[in-house]
């Protein structure tokens, strides 16, 4: 996650304690501000449902109404959520799926409140009644994220439903009227990239406090609308727009926060357009992004997944592989089991990244950004991100280094 408001406009906000290790950014007290990247407790999003009233062409694992699926009891879900306080989990965020279609969301928030969890409902809004939003408030929940893909029927489209825009922006209105923090999950693809002036536009007109701009990434039935993510020369504009609009945000006083999310190359862009604009402000960024790590100390350190079967993931688009169960094993020793391959693999992967992502001159800031991505693209988790947009110079892959890629058989097709 790239915290553009934060890099690119000097603004602080919610969460830079966790992300980048400063103090007086929305810690609670008794949480414990990580002195480095590497020792953060994951992030955990939990699938809890497989039901859902939508039918987003781009949901990540392929959820629906009638939909089957091995999903956690109450019981056995607080059994988790003692796990979660006793492993000091810095966040549980509830997903689906549609997590307000699960009956005991709500006791399964209060009961998270009363062990010290703080607690995050990611959600596509359109059932956030104003009753709901009451309660959300009430539940002492930190954060919602409502999905929007777009305005209007680009929307609705996204999201298989009509009406679902419309629907979608009450529950925000509802959350926002209730005192609900509350924030926009946004997927970028060829379907929407045109709408994001208009986008932005919506963000002042509702008030929107929050905005996360999500890179594509081919998992459940994003599979099917490969074609629909951006070329790397589409990725770099809306990368342009959005610091653009950004830095507008900050120049008239407006306290939007603006993210980008599963490209943590947008670091690296946002760094080097800095360096030309202000040197000064591009070393204290610089510091900031070698302290994140970006991918480094993501997937599988910083973020976890607990899918709608109780399969835990290093992240939720990692649904192809399964590091364990939780009807078995508690998360905790699932998360700490320092056999298991991949995890080991994810936090050190300086000894596996191939191609130009281990030669790139960037990586102890980008850290080779989403391996699933990789993993899904080439099926080598290994190889380079194919999300990465920068050029061979700007990551200064030379005739010498394109020689030795050549010479290793790491030459990818990107």
């Known amino acids: 996650m790239i915290n553009i408001s934060k890099l690119y406009c000097d603004q602080v906000t919610p969460g830079d304690w966790l992300r980048y290790g400063k103090k007086g950014s929305g810690e609670r007290e008794g949480e414990i501000v990580p002195k480095q990247a590497s020792e953060r407790r994951p992030i955990v999003v939990w699938n809890i449902t497989r039901t859902c009233n939508l039918k987003c062409v781009h949901c990540y694992n392929d959820s629906g109404?009638?939909?089957?699926?091995?999903?956690?009891?109450?019981?056995?879900?607080?059994?988790?959520?003692?796990?979660?306080?006793?492993?000091?989990?810095?966040?549980?965020?509830?997903?689906?799926?549609e997590p307000l279609m699960r009956p005991d969301l709500f006791e399964l928030?209060?009961?998270?409140?009363?062990?010290?969890?703080?607690?995050?409902?990611?959600?596509?809004?359109?059932l956030i009644t104003t009753d709901v939003a009451k309660k959300i408030k009430q539940m002492g929940v930190s954060y919602v994220g409502i999905s929007l893909d777009g305005i209007g029927q680009?929307?609705?489209?996204?999201?298989?439903?009509?009406?679902?825009?419309?629907r979608a922006v009450q529950g925000i209105r509802n959350c926002q009227d209730a005192g609900v923090r509350t924030g926009l999950r946004l997927t970028l693809t060829k379907r929407n990239v045109q709408d994001l002036e208009a986008l932005f536009d919506f963000f002042e007109a509702e008030?929107?406090?929050?905005?996360?701009?999500?890179?594509?990434?081919?998992?459940?039935r994003g599979k099917a609308i490969g074609d629909d993510d951006l070329s790397h020369a589409q990725s770099r504009d809306a990368v342009e727009t959005i610091l653009a609009k950004t830095k507008q945000y900050k120049q008239a006083g407006r306290k939007t926060d603006i993210l980008t999310v599963d490209n943590h190359v947008d670091g690296v862009y946002l760094y080097l357009k800095l360096l030309k604009e202000d040197p000064a402000r591009a070393a204290n960024v610089w510091k900031l992004l070698l302290w994140n790590g970006g991918g480094m100390y993501s997937s599988g350190v910083g973020i976890g997944c607990i899918d709608f079967n109780g399969k835990v993931h290093p992240n939720q688009f990692w649904g192809h592989y399964d590091l364990?169960?939780?009807?078995?094993?508690?998360?905790?020793?699932i998360w700490l089991d320092p056999k298991e391959p991949l995890l080991k693999g994810l936090r050190n992967r300086?000894?596996?990244?191939?191609?130009?992502?281990?030669?790139c001159k960037f990586f102890d800031a980008c850290g080779g950004s989403l391996r699933v991505r990789a993993d899904l693209y080439f099926g080598d988790r290994w190889a380079p991100d194919p999300g990465c947009y920068l050029t061979d110079d700007e990551?200064?892959?030379?005739?010498?280094?394109?020689?030795?890629?050549?010479?290793?058989?790491?030459?990818?097709?990107?």
């Open 395 to 414: 990551i200064g892959l030379d005739a010498e280094k394109q020689e030795e890629l050549r010479r290793s058989g790491e030459i990818f097709q990107l």
């Open 350 to 359: 300086r000894e596996h990244i191939k191609g130009r992502c281990r030669l």
């Open 154 to 166: 680009v929307n609705d489209e996204f999201r298989g439903v009509d009406g679902a825009f419309d």
């Open 324 to 333: 364990g169960d939780v009807h078995e094993r508690p998360f905790s020793e």
């Open 65 to 97: 109404a009638g939909k089957t699926c091995n999903e956690l009891s109450t019981s056995q879900a607080k059994a988790v959520l003692d796990d979660f306080a006793q492993f000091k989990v810095p966040s549980v965020l509830f997903s689906g799926g």
């Open 109 to 126: 928030i209060e009961y998270a409140g009363r062990q010290g969890l703080r607690t995050v409902i990611s959600t596509n809004g359109t």
């Open 207 to 220: 008030n929107i406090e929050r905005a996360c701009f999500y890179h594509f990434v081919p998992s459940g």
